[in-house]
């Protein structure tokens, strides 16, 4: 995302991440090997993968889509002096709930 901001032009204003599917999702967090598992276990507790549900009648993958509305197929972050702005450990995320698949990623800069 750095090089996308750095090539956009744009000095001050927002870049816009967003995921055109429907069983993928992003958040941004620590990268960090266990954070990644604590969130694994979150999303199995909150969504289990085996749990009965009426989508699975026709497609094996009712967990991905309501795992995917709790979170969100997109991410603002601001743009400032040029730079992409995070936290110091903060990554964006890109979550798959039903893969591995190809993904496309859409990126757009707005700003001044």
């Keep these: 995302m750095e090089d996308f901001v750095r090539g956009s032009g744009i000095r001050n204003g927002i870049v816009l ?3 055109p599917h429907a069983t993928s999702a992003l958040f941004a967090n ?3 090997p266990r954070i990644r598992r604590d969130y694994e ?3 199995e507790k909150l969504v289990p993968v085996n749990g ?3 989508h699975n009648e026709i497609d094996n993958n009712a967990d991905a889509h309501l795992l995917t509305s709790i979170l ?3 991410y603002v972050l601001p743009i400032v002096n040029g730079e992409l702005v995070r936290g110091t ?3 964006v ?3 798959e709930f039903d893969g591995p698949r190809s993904r496309r990623v859409v990126l757009v800069a707005l700003g001044e």
Excluded: I, R
Aim: glycine share 0%.
């Design 52 to 54: 009965s549900y009426y």
């Design 30 to 32: 620590e990268d960090e």
């Design 41 to 43: 276990n979150l999303f």
């Design 89 to 91: 450990w903060q990554e």
């Design 93 to 95: 995320f890109l979550a």
């Design 17 to 19: 991440v967003f995921l």
């Design 72 to 74: 969100k197929q997109f």
